[in-house]
């Protein structure tokens, strides 16, 4: 079949090439349209040490500690011990089981730094969330190293939470197209299967 044939079959079948190309647009592009807006918040945290280092063999030894330690503080952030008082704070279950799914916490590599990200519906949630970790990761951190009176760990909020961003959404354009491509390579493909059976019916001998 040569592509003459293919256009005479799609202006032959045009309502329903439209219609699918139609369709296709619209299961696209609605669920796009009808997502809901999700806000960010987030904090940066330097991790640090009271411990006065009198020598570089002891800088690099305590930086060498930190380094290992803060994947564990990381984990700490999702923990009951930082979002137990923050959902609390909220006037929710202060298990803060209800927030887990809300905080990403992320150390970079071969970094002392921890970056935490909330998520959430709602922009002023999402930063309440996120000022109540910068309260509540410190106090955890120091409370978890603590040595007699004193830590030799202290966390730093290097970046405080201002306000909360909208994340970027679905691209309506981008699923306009997919939804062109999709519904017309269905049409098509429907067109042309209908011409066949038509054909093949109409070739096909009477019975008496």
């Known amino acids: 079949m040569q592509f003459v044939d293919y256009a005479r079959i799609v202006r032959k079948r045009w309502l329903i090439v439209l219609a699918l190309t139609v369709l296709g647009t619209l299961v696209a592009v609605v669920p796009a349209l009808n997502a809901p807006k999700t806000y960010t918040a987030g904090a940066r945290f330097f ?4 411990v006065p280092a009198d020598s570089a063999e002891a800088l690099e030894h305590s930086n ?7 994947k564990s503080y ?22 803060g089981g209800t927030l887990v799914g809300q905080v990403t916490a992320t150390t970079p590599v071969e970094s002392v730094m921890v970056d935490v990200v909330v998520t959430d519906p709602s922009p002023t949630r999402a930063l309440a969330i996120a000022s109540g970790i ?3 990761f410190p106090r955890a951190v120091t409370s978890l190293e603590r ?3 004193s830590s030799p760990v202290k966390v730093t909020v290097v970046q405080a939470p ?3 961003k909208a994340m970027a959404g679905p691209r309506v354009f981008a699923s306009i197209v997919v939804g062109v491509v999709l519904g017309l390579l269905v049409g098509v493909g429907v067109a042309l299967l209908l011409d066949q059976w038509r054909g093949g019916a109409a070739r096909r001998p009477a019975t008496s």
Do not use: I, K, Y
Not at 80 to 91: K, T
């Open 162 to 164: 201002s306000e909360a």
């Open 47 to 50: 991790v640090g040490t009271t």
């Open 134 to 136: 910068v309260t509540e």
């Open 74 to 95: 990381a984990s700490l952030v999702g923990s009951q011990a930082v979002l137990g008082p923050v959902a609390a704070g909220l006037g929710e279950d202060p298990s």
């Open 64 to 70: 060498n500690f930190l380094q290992q330690r803060v």
């Open 147 to 149: 040595v007699g009176d």
